[in-house]
């Protein structure tokens, strides 16, 4: 039977209103490609250069706080005495990495009982060198965190990063841990001003994050610093190659500092401290003893790598964007303005219900990397806010 006039006209109604929803919705994408342009500011002035000597002081750690102190104390001594001006300890140097030892070992920074982090900040005066002090359990209240110290060469604590991303990974017949049991995530990203350089701080799987590291890019970090414990496992196949990644995504210098393996420990750390410069090359590492790890970090060679391979100034930003919502709020630098405008509204942060939010592009302390459609228009998204908000435009967030 021919269909009648009126349900022919019903059809023509519906394909000429998908003509209209898709003649919009390109429209829209063409709106948004053009603000994500003109919005995207542009990277922070990197500072002066200078040329830096660095150490990494791979220590061998046990279950002996006052013994852990007395080594790094010793390392920060020798490592000054080498000629070295920033100098940098590994993830918990003063516990054995595990869940059962971190409240018993964790410190209250703030509230001022904390003998591991007075002892750092006597050797960083006494030494006279910029020290990034691994990381250490830090308590707060009823919370713990993994958190790394940074003083100058006064002794004076410029910057505290708490792990962002906690080590929470299961593969099995090989290692399984969650840090989570024990760990609260930090809130944001850390920058910090030193007389060694602008450093941008992770803390071991913070590194697996390249957004992060970007974010360090762009506010003009020469140095990213990642105290890490990778394990035997992962350690092989991705320690090196995650440093590598990282600077040859941003041209800037990498430097992670590792415990030394302890054979009688529960968890076996990987070692070979490494530091790698803005063209990916492995400038110093090591094999898994206590040793430290010397190199001289050359500033000028991140401008002069940039100008040879300018990915930064060749970003299609009409594609895709990088949007730091953290602002300047984890930028430790006295009497600046803010270093990076956010391009849509900060919403509140939400609480972190699901450890899964640590693996997906919209972080729970606001960095999000938005990838928008191709031509026709297909995929195009406004995120504005976090995971977990609701109202228009709040999007869903992308698994990695």
Same mark, same amino acid.
């Given at each position: 039977?021919?269909?009648?006039?009126?349900?022919?006209?019903?059809?023509?109604?519906?394909?000429?209103?998908?003509?209209?929803?898709?003649?919009?919705?390109?429209?829209?994408?063409?709106?948004?490609?053009?603000?994500?342009?003109?919005?995207?500011?542009?990277?922070?002035?990197?500072?002066?250069?200078?040329?830096?000597?660095?150490?990494?002081?791979?220590?061998?750690?046990?279950?002996?706080?006052?013994?852990?102190?007395?080594?790094?104390? +010793?390392?920060?001594?020798?490592? !000054? #005495?080498? $000629?070295? %001006? =920033?100098? &940098?300890? /590994?993830?918990?140097? *003063?516990?054995?990495?595990?869940?059962?030892?971190?409240?018993?070992?964790?410190?209250?920074?703030?509230?001022?009982?904390?003998?591991?982090?007075?002892?750092?900040?006597?050797?960083?005066?006494?030494?006279?060198?910029?020290?990034?002090?691994?990381?250490?359990?830090?308590?707060?209240?009823?919370?713990?965190?993994?958190?790394?110290?940074?003083?100058?060469?006064?002794?004076?604590?410029?910057?505290?990063?708490?792990?962002?991303?906690?080590?929470?990974?299961?593969?099995?017949?090989?290692?399984?841990?969650?840090?989570?049991?024990?760990?609260?995530?930090?809130?944001?990203?850390?920058?910090?001003?030193?007389?060694?350089?602008?450093?941008?701080?992770?803390?071991?799987?913070?590194?697996?994050?390249? +957004?992060?590291?970007?974010?360090? !890019? #762009?506010? $003009?970090? %020469? =140095?990213? &610093?990642? /105290?890490?414990?990778? *394990?035997?496992?992962?350690?092989?196949?991705?320690?090196?190659?995650?440093?590598?990644?990282?600077?040859?995504?941003?041209?800037?210098?990498?430097?992670?500092?590792?415990?030394?393996?302890?054979?009688?420990?529960?968890?076996?750390?990987?070692?070979?401290?490494?530091?790698?410069?803005?063209?990916?090359?492995?400038?110093?590492?090591?094999?898994?003893?206590?040793?430290?790890?010397?190199?001289?970090?050359?500033?000028?060679?991140?401008?002069?790598?940039?100008?040879?391979?300018?990915?930064?100034?060749?970003?299609?930003?009409?594609?895709?964007?990088?949007?730091?919502?953290?602002?300047?709020?984890?930028?430790?630098?006295?009497?600046?303005?803010?270093?990076?405008?956010?391009?849509?509204?900060?919403?509140?942060?939400?609480?972190?219900?699901?450890?899964?939010?640590? %693996?997906?592009?919209?972080?729970?302390?606001?960095?999000?990397?938005?990838?928008?459609?191709?031509?026709?228009?297909?995929?195009?998204?406004?995120?504005?806010?976090?995971?977990?908000?609701?109202?228009?435009?709040?999007?869903?967030?992308?698994?990695?």
């Amino acid at each position: 039977m021919a269909p009648s006039s009126t349900a022919l006209l019903g059809a023509g109604g519906a394909v000429a209103a998908a003509a209209v929803c898709f003649t919009q919705r390109k429209a829209l994408t063409r709106v948004v490609r053009n603000i994500m342009v003109k919005a995207q500011p542009a990277d922070v002035p990197l500072p002066p250069p200078k040329q830096v000597k660095i150490a990494l002081c791979q220590l061998t750690v046990t279950a002996d706080k006052n013994k852990n102190i007395a080594t790094a104390t +010793e390392a920060i001594k020798r490592a !000054a #005495a080498n $000629g070295a %001006q =920033l100098v &940098v300890l /590994p993830e918990m140097w *003063n516990c054995p990495y595990s869940n059962d030892s971190f409240p018993t070992y964790a410190e209250d920074i703030d509230g001022g009982n904390a003998p591991s982090v007075k002892a750092l900040s006597e050797a960083a005066r006494d030494a006279r060198v910029t020290l990034v002090g691994g990381s250490l359990p830090e308590r707060v209240g009823p919370k713990l965190y993994n958190t790394c110290c940074v003083f100058d060469s006064s002794g004076k604590l410029l910057a505290k990063h708490r792990k962002v991303h906690l080590f929470d990974i299961d593969i099995p017949g090989k290692i399984a841990f969650r840090e989570s049991d024990t760990l609260t995530p930090g809130d944001g990203p850390t920058v910090v001003d030193t007389e060694a350089g602008r450093l941008g701080l992770g803390i071991c799987y913070d590194i697996r994050f390249p +957004e992060l590291a970007q974010i360090y !890019a #762009a506010r $003009g970090c %020469q =140095l990213l &610093v990642y /105290p890490g414990a990778f *394990n035997t496992t992962t350690g092989p196949l991705h320690w090196e190659l995650l440093q590598r990644a990282r600077a040859i995504d941003n041209l800037v210098y990498v430097a992670t500092c590792s415990p030394a393996r302890n054979p009688g420990s529960s968890y076996q750390a990987w070692g070979h401290s490494t530091v790698i410069g803005p063209f990916a090359e492995v400038l110093a590492t090591c094999d898994h003893e206590e040793t430290t790890v010397y190199a001289t970090l050359d500033y000028a060679q991140v401008a002069e790598r940039r100008s040879q391979i300018p990915v930064r100034s060749q970003k299609r930003w009409d594609l895709y964007g990088l949007v730091d919502k953290a602002g300047d709020a984890g930028t430790h630098t006295a009497g600046r303005a803010p270093l990076y405008s956010v391009m849509t509204p900060v919403q509140p942060r939400p609480a972190m219900h699901s450890l899964q939010a640590q %693996q997906q592009r919209c972080w729970r302390w606001g960095l999000e990397l938005e990838v928008l459609g191709g031509g026709d228009g297909h995929g195009a998204r406004v995120r504005h806010g976090s995971a977990g908000q609701a109202g228009a435009g709040s999007g869903t967030c992308v698994g990695t």
